[in-house]
């Protein structure tokens, strides 16, 4: 298992230790438009996390975009909004 997996990994046990990750069936924003559409079940709450869990999730998007067309990832902190420029 190299780094970036066993960082994949960490993130989503910590996120399911915050009590972010929920299975189930749960309705989403596209149900408004699409009320036939199937229920997600899984529902992943990216909302009010540590900082050092934003960190890695930035870090695990630069590992992805490395090999992409773009040259920055830009991080609005008070949206904590990733964005690859």
Same mark, same amino acid.
């Given at each position: 298992?190299?780094?970036?997996?066993?960082?994949?990994?960490?993130?989503?046990?910590? #996120?399911?230790? #915050?009590?972010?990750?929920?299975?189930?069936?749960?309705?989403?924003?596209?149900?408004?438009?699409?009320?036939?559409?199937?229920?997600? &079940?899984?529902?992943?709450?990216?909302?009010?996390? &540590?900082?050092?869990?934003?960190?890695?999730?930035?870090?695990?998007?630069?590992?992805?975009?490395?090999?992409?067309?773009?040259?920055?990832?830009?991080?609005?902190?008070?949206?904590?909004?990733? #964005?690859?420029?």
């Amino acid at each position: 298992m190299y780094f970036g997996e066993i960082k994949k990994e960490k993130l989503a046990l910590d #996120l399911f230790g #915050l009590g972010k990750i929920k299975f189930g069936a749960f309705k989403l924003k596209l149900h408004e438009k699409n009320p036939d559409a199937p229920l997600s &079940p899984i529902y992943i709450d990216l909302r009010n996390l &540590p900082d050092e869990i934003y960190q890695t999730i930035a870090e695990l998007m630069a590992e992805i975009l490395k090999n992409e067309k773009y040259g920055y990832l830009c991080f609005f902190v008070y949206f904590k909004l990733f #964005l690859p420029l």
